[in-house]
């Protein structure tokens, strides 16, 4: 259940759907019975409900929810925007079923117990505008409870934005598969609680959809997680390099150091300067220590192949040698995650990185937020979707990307995507992004590959926030990592 679908890909669904035998309208029949459940548990018996209906088939699952509701004894009004000529298909079959009050929608008069939103659900992909953005509004100033079909009207459907009036809903009922926008912000906090519902369509036909958009669960990445092996060692479960910052900045490499151990590397080793070598001894325990100035340093560390995994960039330094690190680096050919500065020192020169990952061939994780995004991948226009945004990144670098953030996106080379949904709002703090790429450095270290273990390193790092709880900072995280680690076991 993990696979999104967009608006053409559900549509599809529906024709697969209807071509194997099931028809149009019984799909609408279920939708419409679904929503009215749903609005039944939002609005006190014998309730008043005003269902705002377009002329497609959203509109169409509105007239079947207005039929539901008044055989349930509610008193339904039907609002319509638009010309009852345009009604067509299923929807008109659903109209002419309905045998209540039908009246045309107005900006005003919408104060009732519930409000059903099924004016344009998940197919609309520009800004309201006119009367329609008028009625929008109106529904928003009322006051009264709303519940969406599909997704809120005025929302984009692929990107979550609302670029003009959109319905704040309190409530969502979707079908077969979630969209994009259920999980993209804003259209999260705008659907209020999704509630799913399925309407007689087989998971079969996604074998013909071929999705490549996934929310974020452990199931997209269960199968690939890795399991210490009864007869392993701590070298079979990988050998990871950190790199450390200078004497005042070595807190984030530790972090990340921790958590690729967390995470289940054998051994984790931090690579740090030498005035920064005493203050590192003093606080790490389980990871090992070498020295590193400059990247020759790194070199000769990285001759030992059995290092097969590195993070470089926590708190690493922008100056030129924190970039001649970072090039030793990728030209190790080597697993890696580069962070935070690691991204940073080629922020005017982002081709030369994306040629040494590309001409190196390694699997390489990318970690930017979105100011460390823009830097790097100015040239991607802001007005596409996070999806597509991360898509492109991961195209043009020829890495895995993670683009951080509330709903923290994660998109592979060959245009796989995930959107992740579970991290809380505790977790922006200082710190959490070493964390993070720590997680998915120890996942590469154990050879999981790159697109899940950066799907399962963002998991798990909201994860662990939410057995944390609020009032969290970076170093709760290696305790709730432990124990969710232990539950996934």
Partial sequence: MHELLDARQMSEADRLTIEGGLPGIDL??????????????????????????????????????ARHLAAAGYRVTVRLLGDVGRIKGDALI???????????????????DLVVDALFGAGLDRPLEGEAGRIVDAINRSGSPVLAVDLPSGLNGMTGAADGPVVEADATVTFFRKKPAHLLLPGRLLCGKLVFAQIGIDASVLAEI???????????????????NSDGHKYARGHALVLSGGM?????????????????????????????????AAHLTSAMLKRADDAGSIAEILADKRFNAIVAGPALGTDATAREKVEAVVMARRRTVLDADALTVFANEPGELFELLKRDGQETVLTPHEGEFARLFGSISSDVSKIDRAREAARISGAVVILKGADT??????????????APPWLATAGSGDV???????????????????????????????????????SDLDEGLRQILREMA
């Fill in 28 to 65: 609408m029949e279920a939708a419409g019975k679904a929503v009215a459940r749903q609005a039944m548990v939002m609005t006190p018996a014998g309730g008043t409900v005003l269902v705002a209906c377009g002329t497609g088939n959203n509109g169409g699952d509105g007239f079947v929810v």
């Fill in 94 to 112: 659903a109209f002419q079923a309905w045998q209540g009050t039908t009246e045309a929608a107005t900006n005003s008069g919408w104060k009732c």
């Fill in 210 to 228: 071929k999705p490549s958009v996934f929310e974020n669960l452990p199931q997209l990445w269960r199968k690939d997680f890795p399991t210490p």
């Fill in 248 to 280: 005042t900045s070595t807190g984030a490499a530790r972090l990340a150091a921790g958590a690729a151990l967390r995470a289940g590397a054998g051994l984790v080793t931090l690579a740090s300067p030498g005035n920064a070598l005493a203050v590192n």
């Fill in 409 to 422: 996106v994660i998109a592979a080379p060959d245009g796989r995507a995930a959107i992740n949904t579970n």
């Fill in 436 to 474: 993070l790429a720590g997680i998915a450095g120890g996942l590469l270290a154990q050879s999981m590959p790159a697109f899940e273990a950066a799907c399962a390193a963002v998991w798990l790092h909201g994860e662990a926030a939410n057995r944390c709880g609020r009032g969290l900072v970076s």
